[in-house]
């Protein structure tokens, strides 16, 4: 199958609510654009010199998410790009984030992402201390706009663990939707995972392997 296949077989599959980001990270610039010419506008980085530098040779209408860990020294380098940063795993990023962007003079969308996963390696808020500190984040941040949650569930075969974890994320979103009035993104589901996501309240799934086949380097 080529990556336009690909594509068009995952769109079939998603609801019409639900936005699929193509992980492109680490992938080359010939692939990129054979999924941007099949339609798809909607891509995920995780490094930010990487970002930086297909900003500068990829189509202008791309709309650039970051999804991976992101290092304080590193939020100048995308902040003039990207659409949606996914990845805010703690209130010290979040500070930083704020302040970068109050003095480029915007206001940008962002997710707090939760650890949800029975994996010590994933990244993000514990869900109880999330639910007691992210309100407070709405008026202490203005220039970040919170849009909602993101989560990565554990990388394991046990479907109905997976789906546990997504619930977990998905309580959590519907718990703190009150408290902003433009919490509407819940970000969860990888190529391994993201038909249960979907089946659990994504609205947004990351996808790349199951797009793009092996990383290119």
């Known amino acids: ?20 980001v193509a992980v492109s990270k680490l992938q080359s610039i010939s692939d990129i654009l054979e999924a941007y010419e099949a339609g798809q506008r909607a891509f995920g980085e995780s490094r930010s010199q990487e970002l930086a ?3 500068a040779v990829l189509p ?6 970051f999804i991976g ?15 949606l940063i ?3 795993d703690s ?16 206001v940008v969308d962002c997710l707090i992402q939760l650890h949800i996963a029975m994996e010590e390696s994933k990244q993000g808020f514990p869900v109880e201390e999330a639910l007691e500190l992210v309100p407070n984040f709405r008026d202490k941040y203005p220039n970040v706009r919170i849009r909602g949650l993101m989560g990565m569930a554990s990388f394991v075969d046990d479907a109905e663990q997976v789906r ?17 009035p433009q ?11 993201w038909r249960i996501a979907v089946e659990e309240g994504a609205t947004i799934v990351r996808i790349g392997s199951t797009i793009f086949g092996a990383r290119c380097y």
């Open 164 to 180: 546990g974890e997504f619930r977990t994320l998905k309580s959590a979103f519907e718990r703190l939707k009150p408290e902003f």
């Open 60 to 65: 202008k209408d791309i709309e650039w998410h």
């Open 53 to 55: 530098a297909k900003v």
């Open 183 to 193: 919490f509407d993104t819940l970000s969860m589901g990888m190529s391994q995972d």
């Open 86 to 88: 996914h990845s805010v």
């Open 69 to 83: 860990h992101l290092q304080s020294n590193k939020i100048k380098m995308i902040l003039p790009h990207v659409s």
């Open 1 to 20: 199958m080529t990556i336009r296949d690909r594509i068009e077989n995952i769109l079939s599959k998603l609801p019409s609510t639900v936005k699929l």
């Open 91 to 106: 209130e010290r990023l979040l500070a930083r984030i704020d302040s970068q962007a109050a003095n480029s003079g915007k």
